[in-house]
């Protein structure tokens, strides 16, 4: 098979007129000169994006720059898990990356259109996050007879999974039994259970109850020591509605028994006050919040940080009754880790707490990258997941972007590698009926490292191996592509890898490159190189617009599939840029760079940060 490669470098004349806005062309289909690629495709070895930044790197080696980082989805990754997956009447569910790169799901079902708690819980295993194996009941309600000797229902609700340092899976759900919930001398029916799996979630053992009382919402940290600590919603509706505050409970021998004991409070620790009125005599009791508790153990710190929802306000509704609103907050651990329980009408210091980071949101999910970038994710009053980034510290967050197309509630993430996060949300869209779980990875670019091995402009990416560090674009349509780079004393080199179903000739891919000069500002000293599956389109500087300017780069570009045949499936392409150290002032050190993608099939243009602002560009360190 003849190999698809045409070689085109800026000293040929170019037929493509001037375009100010960055990416789209004038006139698609009219490419850049040249003479025509000889032959036809070659079969491309793609690296997918989650099989590069796999080398070492160090705890919080991104945390001064973490402004920069931009999450992108993986629009290929995305997926509505409904009826033909067994997911019926989903919803909250939460996912999780196995030790062995297979994944586990999570939900429960609604008790009605109106009651989104659970009645049945439910899970399936994944091992490529594709196809999706339904495992069935995780828990299943049945038939009691409560305290006060009548009928009545056991439901679960809340599922959710966490791996140990051991391998071990446990599975954790709260229980409730309907008609004594509000009962303060019914605890003992309504609580905290979990069980353990050794084999992914095939199979179970040592299913136990370790918390009595009313609660919601469970979530478990794993300490370097060992313990493990279990984090939940605490609900005393005799004094506070559903909204009691932060409760936890732990365990120091891998999960088989727990402190405080059935039967004792746990360890009340994150709370504040919130009230209809605020209590004027001493018989009055103060209400409590800080619920749905998510968070993590700070990277290089013992110090936790949690994700909050907070009850603020509550408002009477349109039907006469009332709904409570919610804020996100952010609350902290001492600097220790240790936490010391709330008596009385205890509440954390302000100190350890920052309220109403969000002003009105709910459900939130607190991750943390290994580089230091945190990532905060919740619910919008638009019933859409928002997804902020945040600095290692999770004091400052950068503005929402919301990833999920569709809309929802109670929606969950999970750090799957090092540059990976997965989202899933529930997404009901097409009605309570037809809801689904949404799910999706998002990928996290930050600054990357230049490598030094020799490159040969000739397309060919077999020489890249020890070139790990790379960025990805790619959220919105299949297209997408990753690059990465390596600098010798005369030349920067660039490859990128486009992923592409539908090649044609108006699809096109741009990377954009200035210096590290600290304006942040668009200048002469920008340049922008446009190419596609034939090689360049044109190569362009910035002078109030992009302007074709020669600056002596090169393109070699090879494509596998069929252009204009959109009858079967393509690879897609790559190309290896090779750009003089002359044109692009590193002075600094650092270079920065911009990658975007133009989709012909969906018509939809992507870039990885906002291509007017360098300011906001991802850097390359040059050694």
């Given amino acids: 098979m003849k190999i698809g490669i045409r070689v085109l470098t800026t000293s040929l004349c170019f037929a493509l007129a001037l375009c100010i806005s960055c990416g789209k062309e004038p006139s698609p289909g009219h490419g850049g000169g040249g003479s025509k690629p000889t032959g036809g495709s070659v079969t491309l070895e793609m690296t997918p994006f989650e099989a590069l930044n796999q080398g070492p790197s160090a705890i919080n080696d991104h945390a001064s720059d973490w402004s920069r980082a931009v999450l992108k989805m993986d629009k290929r990754s995305y997926q509505d898990l409904g009826a033909e997956n067994n997911v019926i009447l989903p919803t909250y569910s939460r996912i999780r990356t196995l030790k062995d790169g297979s994944y586990i799901l999570g939900w429960h079902n609604t008790i009605s259109s109106s009651d989104a708690n659970g009645s049945d819980t439910y899970y399936a295993i994944s091992k490529d996050f594709k196809t999706w194996t339904y495992m069935g009941y995780l828990w299943k309600s049945y038939a009691v007879t409560n305290g006060l000797g009548n009928p009545d229902k056991r439901y679960f609700t809340n599922p959710n999974f966490f791996q140990l340092s051991n391998g071990e899976v446990i599975a954790v ?32 053992f040592g299913e136990k109850e ?41 365990s120091r021998d891998g999960g088989d028994t727990w402190s405080p004991a059935l039967g004792q409070e746990g360890l009340r620790v994150m709370r504040k006050h919130w009230w209809n009125i605020k209590p004027q005599h001493a018989s009055e009791m103060w209400c409590y919040t800080y619920q749905m508790p998510v968070g993590v153990i700070l990277n290089g710190t013992s110090q936790f940080a949690f994700a909050m929802e907070s009850c603020n306000q509550r ?67 638009d019933s859409k997941q928002h997804i902020k980034l945040g600095n290692a510290k999770a004091t400052e967050f950068a503005d929402d972007v919301i990833f999920l197309p569709g809309k929802g509630s109670w929606g969950g993430l999970d750090m799957s590698t090092p540059h990976t996060v997965l989202t899933a949300m529930r997404n009901s869209t097409a009605g309570h009926d037809n809801a689904t779980i949404a799910i999706a990875k998002l990928y996290l670019n930050h600054g990357i490292t230049a490598s030094s091995h020799p490159v040969k402009n000739d397309a060919d990416n077999s020489e890249w191996t020890t070139a790990d560090d790379a960025l990805f674009v790619g959220s919105r349509s299949q297209a997408q592509a990753t690059l990465r780079c390596s600098v010798d004393k005369d030349n920067y080199h660039f490859l990128v890898e486009v992923l592409d179903r539908t090649l044609s000739k108006s699809d096109f891919t741009y990377m954009l490159l200035a210096p590290d000069d600290g304006t942040g500002k668009l200048g002469a000293k920008a340049r922008r190189i446009r190419f596609g599956f034939e090689g360049v389109k044109s190569t362009d500087q910035y002078a109030g617009g992009w302007k074709e300017f020669d600056f002596g780069a090169k393109v070699t570009a090879a494509y596998d ?63």
């Avoid at 005393?236 to 932060?246: F, M």
């Avoid at 590193?586 to 975007?596: E, F, K, T």
């Fill in 315 to 381: 408002v009477i509704n349109s039907s006469g009754g009332t709904n409570d609103q919610f804020s996100i907050a952010i609350c902290f651990s001492p600097e220790d880790g240790q936490w010391i329980p709330l008596k009385g009408d205890e509440v954390v210091p302000k100190k350890l707490r920052i309220d109403s980071l969000v002003t009105r949101g709910a459900a939130p999910y607190l991750v943390q990258f290994p580089s230091g970038e945190t990532v905060l994710a919740y619910g919008g009053t």
């Fill in 210 to 250: 370790i918390y009595h009382g009313p609660c919601w919402e469970a979530h478990m940290i794993e300490l370097p020591s060992g313990e493990i600590q279990c984090f939940f919603s605490e609900s005393r509706p005799w004094i506070s509605s559903s909204h009691s505050g932060t409760t936890m409970v732990y």
């Fill in 561 to 623: 599939g069929t252009p204009g045949d959109n009858s079967d499936e393509d690879n897609g392409y790559l190309a290896e840029i090779t750009v003089p150290r002359s044109a692009i002032d590193a002075s600094s050190g650092r270079i920065l760079v911009n990658l975007g993608c133009f989709d012909t099939v969906d018509n939809v243009e992507d870039v990885i940060a906002d291509a007017n602002s360098p300011s906001k560009w991802m850097t390359v360190k040059i050694n």
């Fill in 173 to 204: 759900a709260a229980f409730r039994t309907t008609k004594t919930y509000g009962n303060a001398n019914y605890k003992n029916e309504q609580g905290i259970i979990v069980k353990r799996s050794s084999d992914g979630g095939r199979s179970w």
